[in-house]
């Protein structure tokens, strides 16, 4: 088991923010840090020896969606393991009478590099280590979004044990089964990991 961090979703920070338990690297059980990102300063999200419990980050934009651009529907190139990540996701979103996630190219490229960014600085967080929050990343991607959820995880080995340990993690739950994310995009890094990147959003 390894630790994974959440980024819940937009109806969470209304009621106080979410938590979940949270481990990093070195530690022997499944954990969880939620990340929501606000327009408000937010709190890193920094693992720790032992369990915490860490703000959710998210953010939605005040702008309403525009224009009805194609997107990505297919699988976008994902490996047969990151398939299988999304194709566990939207089993758990029919359970919960949500509409499966489609896959977005751009999305993937923000969650595979900040898996390889994590696996490069051996550290497990929604902060990349140029100080990057996921929005960032996103728009540095070309995703144009509306709102957006991220879930890591570290060292888990397989597409079914990450998917495990994130929903039995309240925080990281909240966005695989946030009716209102649209699209979805996987990325993982094997070395010194794997690092497990999952990146939600709704575009504009």
Partial sequence: DAPVAAAPSLT???GGAPSADALVPGSASPSASPSTVKPSPTRKV????????APSRQLERSST????AARTTASGGLSAELQQVVTLVN???????????????????AAQRHSQDQADHKKMSHDGSDGSDVGDRLDRAGYAWRAYGENVAWNQQSPAAVMDAWMNSPGHRANILNCSFTEIGVGVARSNGPYWTQDFGTPR
């Fill in 12 to 14: 969470d920070e209304t």
């Fill in 46 to 53: 920094t693992p720790k020896p032992a369990r915490t419990t």
């Fill in 65 to 68: 969606p525009s224009g009805t």
């Fill in 91 to 109: 089993q758990e979103r029919a359970k919960a009478g949500c509409k499966a996630l489609s896959v977005d190219s751009k999305l993937t490229l």
